[in-house]
């Protein structure tokens, strides 16, 4: 079962986590995480069925808007994905084809018909920094955040991977071993500074990868659609009232808090010089290994 994890700190940072298995995960994961996970394990998957797996503020939605396109054939917003690790299986499997789900959880916790090659999954990566002042940022607009405290206090407890789905360090070695070792075809990889400097081909890339076929003005059309400066100026207007109430169910926001600036590099506007090369002197020793290289600014 589940264990309660709550870290605090003398200059009264919180930090509220549930621990099943040795890994961290948000509260809002239903009942003893345990039964939610083995329903999971055994969910009936579609072939058409999408996933799109990121650590948080790593660009999922961002992911999931562009592939709900290319799915649905549509340069249309329609919300927000429906998560694997709040959602009943109950609900999910009544949703119609195609069907796009997310998750923070890593390639162990997908349903075993997507491990064993069924769907497609798109995973998504981010520079550990720009995450981070991401996700603090979306913590502050939530209602009733599984952190509260400072900017100072959430860079202890994240450079210290505890944090909600525990570290950003571990994830991505979580996906590199599956990268490593996963033997089926259904999975493509991405890093958002890339897809930031080329979005065009991406979506090309991301479309192939899908089995779609469109004209190049379509994939044009949703590469404008789907660039930051474009969403956060009209999605708000599109996206009907009812496929925002679970954000508005957590925020007071007036516009979905999930898209922001989404810049590459805007994490030189929160961390301190003394931050910056504290984190720099952790991340040059647990990356030493890895073979994924991420651009900065």
């Not at 405290?149 to 860079?155: P, T």
Request: glycine share 6%; charged share 30%.
């Amino acid at each position: 079962m589940c264990e309660w994890i709550e870290e605090t700190d003398s200059e009264g940072n919180y930090l509220k986590t549930k621990k099943y298995e040795g890994k961290l995960y948000v509260s809002l994961i239903p009942g003893n995480i345990k039964d939610h996970l083995e329903r999971l394990e055994n969910m009936e998957i579609r072939d058409d069925d999408t996933f799109i797996m990121s650590y948080p503020k790593s660009g999922t939605h961002w992911v999931f808007t562009i592939t709900s396109m290319l799915r649905t054939g549509k340069s249309s917003y329609i919300g927000s994905p429906h998560f694997l690790d709040y959602n009943d299986v109950d609900i999910l499997d009544k949703l119609p084809s195609p069907r796009l789900f997310a998750s923070h959880m890593t390639f162990d916790r997908l349903p075993r018909q997507a491990r064993e090659g069924k769907g497609k999954v798109f995973v998504v990566s981010r520079n550990p920094k720009d995450v981070a002042v991401s996700l603090y940022l979306f913590l502050t607009k939530l209602k009733k955040a599984d952190f509260s405290g400072s900017w100072e206090g959430f860079v202890k407890f994240y450079t210290e991977g505890k944090m909600l789905y525990g570290s950003w360090f571990q994830t991505l070695f979580d996906w590199e071993k599956t990268k490593a070792t996963n033997k089926e075809d259904n999975v493509m990889y991405l890093i958002y500074e890339d897809m930031k400097q080329d979005l065009l081909s991406y979506v090309t890339k991301m479309a192939s990868f899908l089995g779609v076929t469109y004209d190049k003005p379509f994939l044009e059309e949703v590469t404008d659609r789907c660039t930051f400066k474009t969403m956060v100026k009209t999605i708000i207007d599109e996206i009907k009232p009812q496929d925002q109430d679970f954000i508005h169910k957590v925020s007071d926001e007036k516009k979905l808090p999930i898209y922001r600036k989404g810049e590459v590099g805007d994490w030189k506007n929160h961390f301190t010089v003394a931050q910056n090369e504290a984190f720099d002197r952790i991340y040059d020793g647990k990356m030493r290994d890895s073979k994924c290289k991420f651009r900065f600014e």
